[in-house]
Nanobody, 120 residues
C-alpha cells in the first residue's frame, strides 16, 4: 500500500505565490520519478514539473522561470514553489510518483489533488 498526499493549495491573488508539498509513504524500495501535474476544468491533465529517474528536472514551457520543483529523497517528499501566479494557473494540482516496490515492480501512483485558485 502506497499513499500519495498533496497539500498547500489555496486561493491567492494574481502575482502571488504558493508552495505545494507531496509526501509518498508506504511500501517503497525507492522512488524512480516524481512530479506535478495539473488539470483545469474542461481541460486535459498536463505536466507541470517533474524529476526523472536520473534526477533531471523537466518543466512545461509556460512554467519555466516561475515554478521550481525540489525534492527530499530521505523523506520521499517533493515540493513545487510557484511564483507570479496567473489566473490561468487555476487548476487541481496532482502529485505523481513512480514507485519501485520490488525487482521489476514499478507502479505509478497519484494523489487526490490540491486545489489552486488564482483570482482577484
Amino acid at each position: 500500500q502506497v499513499q500519495v498526499v498533496e497539500s498547500g493549495g489555496d486561493l491567492v491573488q494574481p502575482g502571488g505565490s504558493l508552495r505545494l508539498s507531496c509526501v509518498v509513504s508506504g511500501s517503497i524500495f525507492s522512488i524512480n520519478g516524481m512530479g506535478w501535474y495539473r488539470q483545469a476544468p474542461g481541460k486535459e491533465r498536463e505536466l507541470v514539473a517533474m524529476f526523472s529517474s536520473g534526477g533531471t528536472t523537466n518543466y512545461a514551457d509556460s512554467m519555466k522561470g516561475r515554478f521550481t520543483i525540489s525534492r527530499d529523497n530521505a523523506k520521499n517528499t517533493v515540493h513545487l514553489q510557484m511564483t507570479s501566479l496567473k489566473p490561468e494557473d487555476t487548476a487541481v494540482y496532482y502529485c505523481n510518483a513512480n514507485v519501485l516496490q520490488g525487482p521489476q515492480r514499478v507502479f505509478s501512483y497519484w494523489g487526490q489533488g490540491t486545489q489552486v485558485t488564482v483570482s482577484s
